[in-house]
């Protein structure tokens, strides 16, 4: 009897922690859509005073504090998926890697392990 209520306890638990996941993933989609409306405004503004001046817009959006490039979460993503699905043919381990520019360097060694490891899962 003690393990069938501790069964049902990890079974109310996954579900309670999955309810739970499910629902922050729904306010952090919202968070990122908040986070781009408010991205094309600053955008709108930027291009609406260099308009103004006659001047290149140089936004500073999406820079960290040293002024490094940062990358959106999902968007490496999107673009192996891009890249793969514009060579339908198929590719090597390494030339997605190479058509983005990620060859030699540690983020590209970082997509490759995952992608090696996704395909040994199964």
Same mark, same amino acid.
């Given at each position: 009897m003690a393990d069938m209520n501790f069964a049902d306890f990890i079974a109310r638990e996954r579900e309670r922690l999955h309810a739970e996941r499910e629902q922050v993933f729904s306010q952090q989609q919202e968070l990122e859509a908040k986070l781009a409306a408010i991205n094309n405004e600053l955008h709108a503004i930027d291009a609406y005073e260099a308009a103004k001046t006659g001047k290149s817009i140089a $936004? +500073?959006?999406g820079r960290g504090r040293d002024g490094a490039r940062q990358v959106r979460r999902g $968007?490496?993503?999107? $673009?192996?998926?891009?890249?793969?699905?514009?060579? +339908?043919?198929? %590719? $090597?381990?390494?030339? +997605? %890697?190479?058509?983005?520019?990620?060859?030699?360097?540690?983020?590209?060694?970082?997509?490759g392990l995952q992608c090696s490891n996704r395909s040994n899962e199964g």
């Open positions: $936004s +500073p959006l $968007s490496r993503r999107d $673009s192996i998926l891009r890249v793969i699905s514009e060579n +339908p043919a198929g %590719l $090597s381990r390494g030339e +997605p %890697l190479e058509k983005m520019g990620l060859k030699g360097n540690k983020t590209g060694r970082n997509v």
